[in-house]
């Protein structure tokens, strides 16, 4: 959906807004991400924030509403919820400001390191019971070959969406920000999602499996697993780019049937 500026929103979400976080000074809408309806950074009375929203009638709001619920449980690297707010027809969550970079997952680039130390430290997560996120098993249910569903189970608490843009880097970290998709599931599959993304910032299918290699998790799933992961993602990718011509979707699509290939051969 477009952007609007945090000043375009109703005058009642934004006095809400002031109330939690003293009277706004400043509005920088920023770049990055599609889904949400407003992303600013805000210079107000109790310091910075990050708010980012959308309409409530939008069908996205579920993630939104998900984001909101698992963001107690996150860990260190990734920014601190300071509230959730629903009037009005938005929904607004204000989070912690980092102020970095998207990471760059080019070959050889210097954040890759980074961004393991600080996917590590996700694999090491147990997904909270009690709270309402999706289940691997259900999310992979129309796209995993035939019997292999059972193969994505687990406990892990997994981010899935690893666009360079959901990745902040700032003073030597890597902070996992857009907690969109948190899902309960087989921990090698957040490696996995990675590798897909590195080869879309030109890594071969070898160099980013190397690098999902670099996971414990990863190198202990099984070879039927990890093909049944790169064959449903190829799944999921062709059929968003038969929805949606958009020349980055087609191309994700391609990569993800190299990924698929590269995985049935080793
Ligand atoms: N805590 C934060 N501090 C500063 N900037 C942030 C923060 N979280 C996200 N951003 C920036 O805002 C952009 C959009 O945020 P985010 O990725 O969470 O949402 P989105 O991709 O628009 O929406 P959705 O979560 O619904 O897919 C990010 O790409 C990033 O550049
Ligand atoms: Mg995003």
Redesign the pocket.
Known sequence: MS?IPFEQLPGDVRQAVADKTGDVHQAVT???????GI?S?LETDGGSV?V?G?PVDHP?VG??RR?AAVAPHLPASC?RLYWHLELDGWSLLG??????R?ADYAPGSADLPLVEAALAELQGVTAPAGVQIKDAVDRWEDYAPPGTLHLFAGTTLLHT?F?P??V?VIKGRA?L????WPTRGAAWIDPGALALRLMEAGHSADSALSYAARFPSWRAASSEARSALGRATAALWREIADEDRAEWKQAMAGQAAALADALVCR
């Open positions: 952007r920023v770049a990055g991400g599609m889904n949400s992303a950074v990050f980012k959308i996205q993630a939104q984001e920014p989070y912690e400001v980092i102020e970095g998207h969406d666009a843009d959901n902040l902070r920000v857009d907690w969109a």
